[in-house]
């Protein structure tokens, strides 16, 4: 099979894949409502030969399910902290050899001061987020959705 041939095929189902894609962003699809979108899908992949399952993906059924494992949801992300956590001292520690490229760049001030900007900014970001989410779940549930999310889902559009 050549370049051609595939573009051939391409060329040949695009009314089809073009009326997909018009169903999928007609569809009233919002966060936390993806129904309609997974229906469509399980629609196009059943029209190109594929079967279908729907399975639940929630935190509990996952968490219980045959074969989980408590290093999937506490000691992986925790490593992962731990080892983020090194990663920022070194890069910290070493700025000044990253924005040089000299093994021996001198340390100064401004090579401790900008990454401590940086990286504070991301960690202020981080304890802002955490602590709307515990204090006010519903404003945390608006981020990312656009200044009218809350008009356009009492008037039934799609965001």
Do not use: H
């Not at 079967?51 to 494992?69: M, V, Y």
Request: hydrophobic share 45%.
């Amino acid at each position: 099979m050549n370049d051609a041939a595939v573009l051939d095929a391409v060329s040949g189902e695009s009314e089809w894949m073009e009326s997909l894609l018009v169903r999928l962003v007609e569809a009233p699809t919002t966060l936390g409502n993806e129904e309609a979108g997974q229906e469509i899908m399980a629609e196009a992949f059943g029209e190109c030969g594929f079967s279908t399952e729907s399975i639940l993906l929630d935190e509990k059924t996952l968490r219980n399910a045959e074969g989980s494992s408590p290093f999937s949801w506490s000691v992986a992300p925790a490593l992962a902290g731990v080892l983020l956590v090194v990663i920022l001292v070194l890069g910290v520690a070493n700025f000044n050899v990253l924005i040089t490229g000299a093994m021996n760049a001198p340390t100064n001030v401004m090579a401790v001061i900008l990454p401590g900007i940086l990286f504070g900014g991301g960690i202020l970001g981080l304890l802002v987020g955490y602590r709307i989410k515990r204090g006010r779940p519903e404003v945390y549930d608006r981020i990312g959705r656009g200044a009218n999310a809350d008009l356009r889902e009492r008037d039934g559009e799609s965001s």
